[in-house]
């Protein structure tokens, strides 16, 4: 037991192991960020990752972005170990962050398509387009992004996330700055990738989204996982919600 | 090796592209360059006349600050939104990433003598009349060492909290066999009127080879904590 929750054995797999991490730690500048995380997501999964501010959620993100190198553990994903050259494994992977990752300059259209041709996306105009369409923003393409507002700008991001179809999609935070109708739509963004076998992994702050939207649901409390369960073996969130907004 | 030179021109492309709609950068460079160029050729008086040799260092000067400055500003657009993360997301080698921020930060430097050497010739009489090919041979081996340095440096630069100043501090420096280098070439070939060639030549090309491999190397190291 811990923090009155106890951590299950993990969730039974039910397919390939999208991320398989054990022990995983990460210092920042001698502080300890992530502590032992030891986590098993199976393909095809939707995960919530919920914690209070500090808890570790985005460090995790980036680490299993192969953003950030961790201090100590090992990570698989997709069956291989993160080693030196993470390369074809990044083409499977997408990451939403809290900053757009897109240049300011250019325009919406000429990110994605830059972006889908770093990744060798074939027809990168047309999926760029496609894209667009699909977050609402064939109507702004061409105008550069620094005249985006935040939500704008956010919708432009998850656009640049999924340039490369990715089977894992990160994302930490991307609700942040929606307004309302974009947030449902985004929400069901999600839930459509998933429905098409998208392994995704999701940080976020409001513990009922989370959870309406996930099967398993980590709990990071300084950089510890306090929780690993499914989502429908929980018997109630309120423990869960303390231990986010404590 | 098609895949990364199709990468690097990518990357390359990108960079220019940027530029070319804003212009932020060469508009500022040139304008600090043609600044120094003005301020020092004040120096030599309104008879002031400077050879090759005289012509180097005082450009040098223009070069290093307008060069530390294009260093800066390229690499901040990298920064803004965290646009190099999405870079070392994607399936693309960090040395990769690093060439592609290296030409086109040539480039910027390139054109911004272009701009400047003209000025100078025109303003102070810098007579490169005897040797104008070695002196741009010279001046483009010299550049492609220095941007190598400057490339490398504004990435760890600009992965710190410390900036301002700083870049200047480590480049500057390390540049410094590469301008002693180039101005004694220069001094021998239009002063002594000898062909191009010899040991400072020779340091030149050592120069852009070690910081070029050094840095390909080194860069994944910088770019990820």
Redesign the interface.
Known sequence: MVMGVDIDAGPPPCGETAVRALDLCKQIDGRPVLRDVSIDIPEGRFVAVLGANGAGKSTLLKVLATLVRPTSGELEIFGRRVRGDAGPLRARIGLIGHQSMLYRELSARANLVFFGRLYGVPQPAERAMHLLEMVGLSDRADDAVKTFSRGMMQRAAIARALVHEPDLLLADEPFAGLDPPSVLALEALLLALHEAGKTIILAHHDVDQSLRMAQQAIVLRQGEVVVDRCTRLLDSTTAIREMVTA | MT?VLR?VA??TM?DL??EA??RQTISLVAVLGTLIIAVLGLGLGPEGRVGGAGATAILWVAYLFGGVLSFEKTMA?ER????M?????????RGVIYLGKLIGNLALMLALAAVITPVAVLLFGFDLSAAPLAFAAVMVISMIGFAAVGTLFAAAVASTRLQGGLLALLVFPVSLPLVVASTQVLVSVFRDGEPLGGLGLAVLVAFDAVFLVTSWLVFECIL??
């Open positions: 895949t990468q990518l990357l990108k592209r940027i709609r804003g657009v803004e939104e965290a646009a993360a999405a870079l070392l997301l994607a399936p693309v080698d990820e904590p």
